[in-house]
């Protein structure tokens, strides 16, 4: 009965991809392209989150692509609202910060995948646009996003990042391009992590006690299951110390980036 409920729900889902590949490739809006990546990041993240399929190869596809734009405004304030308008819809695609569809990371260093939505270029605009303006930008409550109440800050939950040049400024200027980034900040996988030590530890320890003159064979399954809990303790310790760190210092968060479309700041990888 598990196996033909696992079929239906794989071949549902294989049904859904088939629908969505069509819908973005085929319709040519932006409409089409924007449903198609943030349905996929959906799913991709719920199957990540469902035991049925979370340990099986299959991986949901993510069918997300960067977009060129370029903006043909020469005011200022119209080129910021566009910009900002195209941080939304990237940071709306990705789930707001609400969702984890490249899975969690095993290992103890935090880490960070980015996906880049959009690659900007102006043709008109020759003024600058610095780090300043932008600040007073997202912070201006009069400045609401689109269908919500919210200004800007609030709506990215104050996970903006600015991207700097070499001498460590950020400006908007005429021809460069700039990418608009969603920074995916990598769950930790705390369980894993249990195991991963505990079998490193049952391995290491198990496969020396063979090697000890006079206990050999004989006390290895034991120094398996000491290893294991030493192993196992010492990810408990760990987990602890990350706790604590994260109340003295705050928890990553996922991350809207506007910055030079080559400046990789942050990004570890990238989803794919």
């Given at each position: 009965?598990?196996?033909?409920?696992?079929?239906?729900?794989?071949?549902?889902?294989?049904l859904s991809v088939i629908g969505l590949v069509l819908f973005g490739f085929f319709?040519?809006?932006?409409?089409?392209?924007?449903?198609?990546?943030?349905?996929?990041?959906?799913?991709?993240?719920?199957?990540?989150?469902?035991?049925?399929?979370?340990?099986?190869?299959?991986?949901?596809?993510?069918?997300?692509?960067?977009?060129?734009?370029?903006?043909?405004?020469?005011?200022?304030?119209?080129?910021?609202?566009?910009?900002?308008?195209?941080?939304?819809?990237?940071?709306?695609?990705?789930?707001?910060?609400?969702?984890?569809?490249?899975?969690?990371?095993?290992?103890?260093?935090?880490?960070?995948?980015?996906?880049?939505?959009?690659?900007?270029?102006?043709?008109?605009?020759?003024?600058?646009?610095?780090?300043?303006?932008?600040?007073?930008?997202?912070?201006?409550?009069?400045?609401?996003?689109?269908?919500?109440?919210?200004?800007?800050?609030?709506?990215?939950?104050?996970?903006?990042?600015?991207?700097?040049?070499?001498?460590?400024?950020?400006?908007?200027?005429?021809?460069?391009?700039?990418?608009?980034?969603?920074?995916?900040?990598?769950?930790?996988?705390?369980?894993?992590?249990?195991?991963?030590?505990?079998?490193?530890?049952?391995?290491?320890?198990?496969?020396?006690?063979?090697?000890?003159?006079?206990?050999?064979?004989?006390?290895?399954?034991?120094?398996?299951?000491?290893?294991?809990?030493?192993?196992?303790?010492?990810?408990?310790?760990?987990?602890?110390?990350?706790?604590?760190?994260?109340?003295?210092?705050?928890?990553?968060?996922?991350?809207?980036?506007?910055?030079?479309?080559?400046?990789?700041?942050?990004?570890?990888?990238?989803?794919?």
């Amino acid at each position: 009965m598990g196996g033909k409920t696992t079929d239906i729900i794989l071949a549902l889902i294989a049904l859904s991809v088939i629908g969505l590949v069509l819908f973005g490739f085929f319709g040519n809006s932006d409409f089409f392209s924007e449903l198609t990546c943030k349905v996929t990041v959906y799913m991709a993240d719920q199957t990540e989150k469902a035991p049925i399929i979370k340990y099986t190869p299959f991986t949901f596809p993510i069918i997300c692509s960067t977009k060129d734009k370029v903006i043909e405004e020469d005011n200022k304030d119209k080129i910021m609202w566009e910009i900002a308008d195209y941080m939304r819809k990237c940071w709306s695609m990705w789930g707001e910060g609400n969702l984890n569809p490249a899975g969690k990371n095993v290992w103890f260093n935090d880490e960070f995948k980015c996906f880049k939505c959009y690659r900007l270029s102006f043709n008109d605009f020759e003024g600058i646009i610095d780090a300043n303006e932008w600040d007073e930008f997202f912070k201006d409550p009069e400045k609401r996003v689109k269908g919500s109440d919210l200004d800007f800050y609030n709506y990215f939950k104050g996970n903006i990042l600015l991207g700097t040049d070499d001498e460590g400024n950020f400006v908007i200027e005429k021809d460069k391009y700039y990418g608009v980034t969603f920074v995916e900040h990598i769950e930790k996988d705390r369980w894993g992590r249990y195991v991963a030590t505990a079998t490193t530890g049952a391995t290491v320890v198990g496969g020396a006690c063979m090697f000890v003159v006079g206990v050999g064979w004989i006390a290895s399954p034991l120094c398996v299951l000491g290893g294991g809990a030493l192993g196992a303790g010492a990810a408990a310790i760990e987990q602890f110390i990350d706790k604590i760190s994260s109340l003295i210092v705050g928890e990553d968060k996922d991350i809207i980036m506007l910055s030079r479309y080559e400046d990789v700041k942050k990004c570890g990888g990238y989803i794919e």
